[in-house]
């Protein structure tokens, strides 16, 4: 039987979708699955040679200093530094993480009491409710709505939420809607943290992949930011490396050294071989990257493209992996999914999931070729939507 404490967490969602597409495959269907996000690209060559080579060093078979070995970290300072021109000191501003997910999951038992209050999107990441249900701290939504381009209005929010809130998680390019923030509205949010004693944790995980030739604003980028807040970084999407679990947070010395506590009692750091293979992914060649974020330029186009073709009224994508769709009437999100999965063996994320301010909507991946994309607006086509 399991704890008062684990039967409180919310459903893992994706693993239900995941069911119903093997069920479709098990009746020998071809489903094209843009569902999950899982990146369906290998890790460039360079960093699994790296690997391999560094696999082979003793030193990487013993454990490594609890918190990671300082070339990492100041790997990931260096990265800050050439991509987005921040300062960072390495030992002090840097936290290696097991992914961007062990981060955000643990950040509300590094800082918060029982009862306090986060403020977290709607739609959102699911996983950032699951480090609140952990930690036995309240929610407070802010709705992403798409007249205020997926951005939270801050004066909408009641100023005793407000006055109650401790952490605040944003996530930009987003996930699920694939908006940008704006310098504005992350001065913004500065300011407003400072005013309401605010944590802000910004989940960075899509920071390389901006489309149209703009590049995704990192939050430290903004006056201030360091004072009042921590971004999240993970080379899961911008290198292909989601299976190997590494990433960082970067920013505010004191919650740097809070997740480093914590991680202190849970772990010993990441095996070193791949600390080694990730500093390499920071430091060497970038090409990958580009090549990485042309690919998904070239799906989102397809894919835009092929819908507005159908007469879809859909908006692009300004970064991450995902456009976020509006469902036609009279379907709910999970109807329209349903529908889709079952009639053409495309499956979709019923925007529900992320939160009420979800429903309506549906979540494309963007994680399969452009053939398979064509493929798909081709099947979406031969459905009748209003009748089928
Ligand atoms: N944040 C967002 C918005 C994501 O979509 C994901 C992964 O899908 C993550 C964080 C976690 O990434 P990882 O734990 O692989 O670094």
């Keep these: 039987s399991k704890s008062n404490l684990l039967n409180s967490l919310p459903k893992q969602f994706f693993a239900s979708l995941a069911a119903r597409v093997e069920a479709e495959k098990a009746k020998g269907h071809d489903v094209i699955n843009l569902g999950q996000g899982n990146p369906d690209q290998p890790t460039p060559p360079h960093i699994v040679a790296k690997l391999q080579e560094a696999v082979k060093n003793p030193m990487n078979?013993?454990?490594s200093p609890f918190s990671g070995y300082p070339?990492?970290?100041?790997?990931?300072?260096?990265?800050?530094?050439?991509?987005?021109?921040v300062e960072l000191d390495a030992e002090s501003e840097v936290a290696i993480l097991f992914g961007g997910k062990a981060g955000l999951v643990q950040l509300p038992q590094c800082l918060l009491n029982?009862?306090?209050?986060?403020?977290?999107?709607?739609?959102?990441?699911p996983d950032y409710l699951s480090g609140i249900m952990l930690a036995q701290v309240k929610t407070a939504i802010m709705p992403l709505l798409e007249e205020k381009q997926y951005l939270p209005d801050y004066q909408a929010l009641p100023l005793e939420t407000l006055n109650l809130a401790k952490l605040m998680?944003?996530?930009?390019?987003?996930?699920?809607?694939?908006?940008?923030?704006?310098?504005?509205?992350f001065e913004r949010t500065v300011k407003l943290a400072k005013k309401h004693t605010i944590c802000v944790v910004h989940d960075f995980a899509y920071g390389a992949i901006g489309f149209?030739?703009?590049?995704?604003?990192?939050?430290?980028?903004?006056?201030?930011?360091?004072?009042?807040?921590?971004?999240?970084?993970?080379?899961?999407?911008?290198?292909?490396?989601?299976?190997?679990?590494?990433?960082?947070?970067?920013?505010?010395?004191?919650?740097?050294?809070?997740?480093?506590?914590?991680?202190?009692?849970?772990?010993?750091?990441?095996?070193?071989?791949?600390?080694?293979?990730?500093?390499?992914?920071?430091?060497?060649s970038q090409t990958c990257v580009e090549e990485?974020?042309?690919?998904?330029?070239?799906?989102?186009?397809?894919?835009?493209?092929?819908?507005?073709?159908?007469?879809?009224?859909?908006?692009?994508?300004?970064?991450?992996?995902?456009?976020?769709?509006?469902?036609?009437?009279?379907?709910?999100?999970?109807?329209?999914?349903?529908?889709?999965?079952?009639?053409a063996h495309v499956a979709v994320a019923a925007g529900n999931g992320f939160g009420e301010f979800g429903e309506g909507y549906v979540r494309v991946g963007l994680l399969c070729s452009e053939d398979r994309l064509r493929e798909a607006v081709k099947r979406i086509e031969a459905l009748d939507l209003f009748t089928d």
């Design 114 to 125: 029982p009862g306090d209050t986060v403020l977290v999107p709607d739609p959102g990441y």
């Design 169 to 185: 998680y944003l996530n930009y390019p987003n996930n699920p809607t694939g908006a940008a923030a704006t310098s504005n509205f």
């Design 212 to 284: 149209d030739g703009n590049k995704p604003l990192s939050f430290l980028q903004t006056p201030g930011a360091k004072e009042i807040g921590i971004e999240i970084y993970t080379l899961s999407k911008t290198y292909n490396m989601a299976g190997w679990r590494v990433g960082f947070a970067v920013g505010n010395k004191s919650v740097i050294e809070a997740i480093n506590l914590l991680q202190d009692h849970l772990y010993v750091s990441l095996f070193p071989a791949i600390q080694e293979a990730a500093a390499a992914a920071l430091l060497d």
């Design 292 to 343: 990485l974020i042309g690919r998904y330029q070239d799906r989102r186009d397809v894919l835009i493209d092929g819908l507005q073709s159908l007469g879809w009224n859909v908006t692009a994508p300004e970064g991450s992996f995902f456009a976020w769709l509006k469902v036609p009437k009279p379907y709910t999100s999970e109807q329209f999914s349903d529908l889709l999965l079952r009639k």
């Design 61 to 63: 078979h013993k454990y």
């Design 71 to 85: 070339y990492l970290k100041e790997a990931a300072a260096a990265y800050y530094q050439r991509e987005y021109g």
